[in-house]
């Protein structure tokens, strides 16, 4: 020891502590005061021997301290064996460290390190070099305030706690969560279960910092932040990650509260939950729902979530832009059918790996649904980086995919297109791609295509006919007109094709064909087609009125989206319902492409629509004379023949295609209904070759629904073309 203890403090112990211990029991409480009675009376002589002093005190079975200016410069034996050192070992150490929570006697509240030179009774914790926390309590007496030098004498507090102090030992050594008790900057106490958690045992953690030990350094901030929680709100938690031995990261709940000593803080209690299992069930179900499960590429949600991230960098670096890669598989269809549906799926695996393959790092796949993929493209400078992608992307797809011993050639349509100022939303990116694979697709596939000046164009016009088409649906400004059909032999009238138009802000007023195209790809040809079955239904319940022993019946187009959506049969019951029509009066045409593109549902679609006694008719016959099938496998009662085959009746190298074609619906009691009858020699060809039904231009234009009504009352009119 550098300083020599003074003759006042060497008095101190003799007088205090070469005593008989105060022994617990009824006598306990008055002996202790007798204890801090003395003490508090002392006056100390000034010079004494430091051995003498270090071996009086060293005997004395009690805790003797000395503290110069907020260190303990001196233990005793008695209390550096409580605290588990050797002589050797001790050193000088904040009295903080060393005597937890220095309070005064709850029935003796004051402040010890005001400088007061009385001495003053205390109760605090000394944590053990092993861990273990020892409740202690006695009197502290500051000597000289100038030096800050006081005296410290203690002794354990009773046997009645130390059964309590083991009872909380072993609850929380029982406890699954981790627990760690910190003072200041030391841990002083953990459990079983931080060892499990975290690889270090108690004799490795205690007397280190928990910051040191399993706080990463980027959470060294955290750590702060919570420890001023803790003081502003009580407790706090929070999941987060701590550091093993081993440098491993570990997901755990952490709770942090105040360690307190009769109101006072002196530390804090840390209770750490690993949560690893529940976080990775987390990360397992946040993955599946932003990545396609069959081929574990990114969903829409996720790729337009790292385009919208891609367009923001753009904005900051606008000379690094990003593009899309729009593909389609070619063929795809063929191979379901043919192969099943496994095949398929094996297919879009296939090529879900084969982009991954062709990709850079920073660019990704998705698969947007169905068969058609995407590909973000970043950090380019031209539309030439995009291109080389593109071009290895095709490579890559066009090479034959082996499926179950059979080797499926498909290929890819794919539109490509660079972000540009006027790209403001991923949407608008995505559609000018999908544009571009659009005319890749129509130039015959396998191909790629750049969206450029002209497409924009197009996209510009698609723009303004949505434009007109919102405007039409939302003030109404549609109408239908009749035309009429007759039988070509006699002139008479059998019925009606409903056709939809619309008036022109000019007053004018124009066939819906061309705005029918874009209310199919924007979903409005929906609402359009309940509109015209209500509408239809209506007229033919006038039609009955006006001509109660007429026959006539009235057709109703129907596109692709309208005749495969679910509600269509309910609709059809509603409507005649309502309008108490003659459901064998009306008529479904349908085009021969959507019969085409899925024939098992079309065929269930059919039958329903014939279960509630509607008929059929196949729109646009021989267009593709490839599926003729359909007039025998198909419950239809109409087949109405393109305009084009109509328009060749007159021609000798086509009479003989029209001629079997009317033959096969005599066989089969399908009636034939020739579209587009615009000239005399038409009609002439046409009645020649037998074909007994007929409308066009010749005939009869579409009528307004008054015209049409009475048409229909005189029943037999008779056309007289020319």
Not at 131 to 150: F, H, M, N, Q
Not at 172 to 183: D, K, M, Q, W
Not at 203 to 209: D, F, K, L, N, T
Not at 416 to 424: D, E, F
Request: glycine fraction near 6%; hydrophobic fraction near 40%; proline fraction near 5%.
């Amino acid at each position: 020891m550098q300083n020599s203890i003074p003759p006042k403090i060497f008095l101190v112990g003799l007088l205090l502590l070469a005593r008989p211990a105060v022994p617990d029991g009824p006598h306990a409480q008055r002996g202790r005061a007798a204890v801090r009675s003395e003490t508090m009376s002392l006056n100390l002589p000034e010079n004494a021997d430091s051995r003498e002093q270090r071996d009086a005190l060293d005997f004395l079975p009690v805790l003797v301290f000395l503290e110069r200016d907020g260190n303990i410069v001196f233990a005793n034996a008695e209390a550096r064996q409580m605290l588990g050192f050797a002589e050797a070992e001790w050193a000088p150490r904040p009295i903080e460290d060393v005597l937890w929570g220095l309070l005064p006697s709850t029935a003796e509240p004051q402040n010890l390190l005001t400088g007061m030179r009385q001495c003053s009774p205390f109760h605090a914790i000394v944590p053990a070099k092993n861990g273990r926390l020892l409740p202690v309590e006695g009197a502290y007496r500051l000597l000289k305030s100038d030096r800050r030098e006081a005296i410290i004498v203690a002794h354990p507090g009773g046997r009645e706690r130390a059964p309590r102090s083991r009872l909380m030992e072993d609850v929380l050594a029982s406890l699954p969560e981790a627990v760690a008790i910190e003072h200041g900057n030391h841990v002083l106490y953990t459990n079983p279960a931080f060892t499990e958690m975290f690889g270090y045992t108690a004799e490795q953690a205690v007397g280190g910092s928990l910051r040191e030990l399993i706080v990463p350094e980027t959470r060294l901030n955290e750590h702060v932040t919570l420890a001023k929680a803790v003081d502003e709100q009580g407790r706090t938690r929070v999941e987060t990650v701590r550091m093993n031995s081993t440098g491993e990261l570990v997901d755990v709940s952490l709770q942090m509260a105040p360690l307190l000593v009769d109101t006072a803080r002196i530390g804090y209690v840390y209770t750490f939950r690993d949560i690893r299992e529940y976080k990775e069930t987390e990360a397992k179900l946040q993955h599946d729902a932003m990545h396609d499960v069959l081929t574990g590429l990114p969903n829409r949600a996720l790729f337009l979530d790292r385009l919208a991230l891609a367009l923001s960098r753009r904005v900051r670096r606008p000379d690094h832009t990003c593009g899309i890669l729009y593909l389609d598989l070619d063929r795809f269809k063929e191979v379901n059918d043919e192969l099943g549906h496994a095949a398929g799926d094996l297919v879009l695996k296939s090529v879900a790996d084969r982009l991954r393959s062709a990709l850079r790092p920073q660019d990704s796949a998705a698969r947007l649904g169905g068969d058609e993929f995407a590909v973000l493209v970043e950090s380019i400078l031209a539309a030439g980086d995009l291109e080389i992608v593109a071009k290895r992307v095709l490579h890559e797809v066009r090479r034959p995919f082996e499926v179950f011993g059979h080797l499926v050639q498909s290929g890819a349509s794919i539109g490509a297109a660079i972000a540009g100022s006027a790209h403001t939303s991923c949407d608008l990116l995505i559609r000018d791609a999908d544009f571009a694979m659009y005319r890749a697709k129509q130039a015959g596939g396998s191909r790629w295509e750049f969206f450029d000046k002209h497409l924009e164009v197009c996209v510009s016009s698609q723009q303004e006919r949505e434009r007109e088409l919102r405007t039409v649906l939302d003030k109404r400004l549609f109408q239908f007109r009749y035309e009429p059909i007759y039988h070509l032999a006699s002139g008479k009238l059998v019925g009606f094709e409903s056709q939809l138009y619309w008036r022109r802000a000019d007053a004018g007023v124009e066939s819906f064909r061309d705005l029918m195209s874009v209310a199919e790809e924007t979903g409005f040809s929906i609402a359009l087609g309940r509109e015209a079955l209500d509408t239809v239904c209506r007229q033919l319940s006038a039609w009955r009125n006006s001509a109660p022993h007429s026959d006539l019946f009235v057709t109703i187009n129907l596109t692709e989206r309208q005749f495969y959506h679910p509600d269509l049969a309910a609709q059809l019951k509603r409507a005649l319902t309502a309008s108490e029509a003659v459901s064998g009066r009306l008529v479904f045409e349908v085009p021969e492409t959507a019969l085409n593109s899925n024939p098992d549902a079309a065929v269930a679609i059919l039958q329903r629509l014939v279960d509630c006694e509607a008929r059929v008719a196949i729109d646009d016959f021989g267009s593709n004379l490839a599926p003729l099938n359909h007039l025998t496998r198909l419950p239809v009662d109409m087949a109405k023949l393109d305009r084009k085959l109509t328009a060749s009746a007159a021609t000798t190298r086509q009479q003989a295609v029209l001629e079997s074609v009317v033959r096969l619906g005599q066989i089969l009691g399908v009636q034939v209904v020739a579209q587009g009858v615009d000239s005399p020699e038409q009609l002439q060809a046409l009645r020649r070759l037998g074909c007994p039904f007929g409308q066009g231009a010749l005939l009869s234009p579409p009528l307004d629904p008054a015209v049409a009504l009475n048409l229909a009352g005189v029943g037999d009119w008779t056309p007289s073309p020319k």
